[in-house]
């Protein structure tokens, strides 16, 4: 035991018997029936993380995360252009729709007000 | 690796560590077991059973020792080192050395758990409650002496019983010790001659025998 543990107040005398004591403790050893439960841990609780970790460790690894997210940055990209056309047209359909919607407000607002907003609104 | 895992997990358990040996990666998988314990501990966190195993040989039965000390009951010790072990498995990769061995922390978590039990079983009982209530002057037998030396440390508060349990029977440094305890290495010197105090007190009648006794 360390000297540095010693108590200043006991004699030499009283902390050398005192370790004695305290080594006439009898052994622990741990149960045969503990070590195999500790053995069998990694049996009995899979690590949840443990694939990803597995996947760290493969050689590449991260080149090929990466080579994956460009593969689909440009997978998006190409489609998106794809439609470019498409959304074109929809944004024509669109514009010809909100047309009609105002057509079909004053139409609302004749039948409503039974005249026309614009003059009663006129100062 | 088998025969150095033997000794821990015996025969009955030589099946279950055959499935994981694996004969591409035995020489690896011995090198591992070699190494040193910040090492195993980075490979435990990465999932590899081989480096748990060698951890565990390494410090189940110091665990054991150290929890039945502070609870004395082996059975309850053995519950708190399969949930340290358990934690080991699952945790070991959020373990950040910063400076502490890997052993100081598997001691700090059986510690915690042994708290928590203490704690749960009822309120900590000082030294003054129980002091000299088990002495006697009658020499005894080995066994008897361990068991008054034992009862002795029981009786003890008990962060003196656990600076007593790592520095004298785990050899632990008071530096290591404090990390264990959650406190200054001036602090566990100061609890460890507290508690060797009141050894001395409580088993005064041990030396009024003679210094030969033990």
Request: aromatic share 6%; glycine share 8%; with cysteine.
């Given at each position: ?123 | ?39 195993l501990m980075l490979h435990v966190g990465k999932g590899d059973p081989a480096a748990y195993r060698a ?97 002795a440390l029981a009786r003890l508060p008990e962060r003196q019983r656990a600076a007593i349990a790592l ?32 050894l001395r007190e409580q088993l005064a009648a041990f030396y009024r025998d003679g210094a030969s006794n033990?």
């Amino acid at each position: 035991m360390s000297d540095q543990s010693r108590d200043p107040k006991l004699t030499d005398a009283e902390e050398q018997w005192l370790d004695r004591m305290l080594d006439t403790a009898a052994p622990i050893e741990p149960s045969a029936a503990l070590r195999r439960v500790v053995a069998e841990i990694p049996l009995r609780h899979p690590r949840p993380h443990g694939a990803a970790e597995r996947g760290f460790a493969l050689p590449g690894y991260v080149m090929g995360l990466g080579l994956i997210a460009a593969l689909a940055a440009l997978s998006v990209g190409a489609w998106v252009g794809s439609q470019a056309g498409v959304l074109a047209d929809v944004a024509v359909v669109d514009d010809a729709d909100a047309g009609q919607v105002d057509a079909a407000w004053e139409e609302l607002a004749v039948l409503a007000f039974a005249d026309e907003l614009d003059e009663e609104l006129a100062p | 690796m088998l025969h150095a895992l033997t000794p821990l997990f015996g025969t009955d358990a030589l099946p279950v560590v055959l499935a994981h040996a694996g004969g591409a990666s035995r020489r690896g998988t011995d090198a591992l077991v070699a190494g040193d314990d910040e090492a195993l501990m980075l490979h435990v966190g990465k999932g590899d059973p081989a480096a748990y195993r060698a951890l565990a040989e390494r410090y189940l039965a110091g665990i054991v020792r150290y929890a039945t000390r502070m609870l004395g009951d082996q059975a309850e010790a053995e519950d708190v080192a399969q949930e340290t072990f358990l934690r080991l498995w699952r945790d070991a990769g959020r373990y950040e050395a910063r400076g502490h061995k890997p052993s100081t922390w598997l001691y700090r978590v059986a510690h915690n758990l042994c708290i928590d039990r203490l704690r749960a079983r009822r309120p900590e009982t000082e030294i003054d409650e129980q002091h000299g209530s088990d002495r006697t002057s009658a020499p005894m037998a080995d066994k008897e002496l361990s068991a008054q030396v034992a009862a002795a440390l029981a009786r003890l508060p008990e962060r003196q019983r656990a600076a007593i349990a790592l520095v004298h029977y785990e050899e632990k440094s008071l530096e290591e010790a404090g990390i264990v305890l959650g406190c200054a290495a001036g602090a566990v010197e100061s609890l460890l001659a507290r508690g060797r105090r009141s050894l001395r007190e409580q088993l005064a009648a041990f030396y009024r025998d003679g210094a030969s006794n033990p």
